[in-house]
């Protein structure tokens, strides 16, 4: 069965360092990933998404993610952080090698607080 | 525009008393589908939608019905609401997965329901 898996509930980064927030994943085929921001009172917004090809993938806003087939994680990078960076993120896989490749399956979400 | 709208954005309302919560969009996308967001177990599927008349279950079906009729709308509707169903949704819309266009997904801003 699909899952996945967001470790940190929470990750405080002081503005200017660099980011990560992580994700694993974990299907039957091989996956479509993706990485969406949520601000406050707002809807999901598309950041990247990973379906082949390099498997460092670049996205809006300066983030980047890196899809690593052996560890099955997608952990999301920003080399330098800033304030508006500070919401809710979500990583989110969809199977393509399973009979049920309609079905998107989201993390818990992790909560980026960058400290001015 | 190219947008999902939700409507209404806020209800309040009571155990057992029917209701719909309409979701539209306006890319011609396949793909539709609904969630509810509950703090420490992010985003859940409810139901989604690969077409027209084409429907099925998520992972939190129970309490919920949806209908597909024509291929911009997609109400969720709750038929006897009970306080368990307070939550925050969303409904959102993709062009059908393995087609190879851009799958990821577009977001409503949200409808929060309180049941009480």
């Known amino acids: 069965a699909q899952s996945v898996a967001q470790p940190e509930d929470q990750v405080n980064v002081a503005e200017g360092n660099p980011l990560t927030v992580k994700c694993t994943y974990s299907?039957?085929?091989?996956?479509?990933l993706f990485w969406y921001v949520q601000y406050p009172n707002r809807g999901l917004q598309f950041l990247l998404k990973?379906?082949?090809?390099?498997?460092l993938v670049k996205g809006s806003y300066g983030f980047e993610a890196e899809f690593n087939k052996s560890q099955t994680s997608f952990h999301l990078k920003k080399p330098s952080a800033l304030v508006s960076d500070s919401a809710l993120y979500f990583c989110a896989v969809r199977d393509r090698g399973g009979n049920r490749d309609d079905k998107i399956i989201f993390g818990k979400g992790t909560r980026l607080h960058i400290l001015p | 525009e190219a947008q999902v709208t939700q409507n209404p954005r806020y209800l309040i309302t009571v155990t057992g008393k029917k209701l719909t919560v309409t979701c539209s969009q306006n890319m011609n996308h396949e793909y539709m589908s609904w969630y509810r967001q509950d703090p420490g177990l992010g985003l859940r599927q409810i139901y989604y939608?690969?077409?027209?008349?084409?429907?099925d279950k998520g992972d939190v079906p129970e309490g919920y019905k949806v209908s597909r009729k024509e291929k911009r709308n997609f109400p969720l509707i709750l038929e006897s609401p009970s306080p368990n169903q307070t939550s925050l949704y969303f409904c959102?819309?993709?062009?059908?997965?393995?087609?190879?266009?851009?799958?990821?997904?577009?977001f409503g801003p949200g409808t929060r329901l309180t049941v009480l």
């Open positions: 299907v039957s085929g091989n996956p479509y």
């Open positions: 939608s690969m077409n027209v008349e084409v429907t």
């Open positions: 959102a819309s993709s062009p059908r997965p393995g087609t190879g266009r851009n799958n990821e997904q577009f």
């Open positions: 990973y379906i082949t090809g390099d498997n």
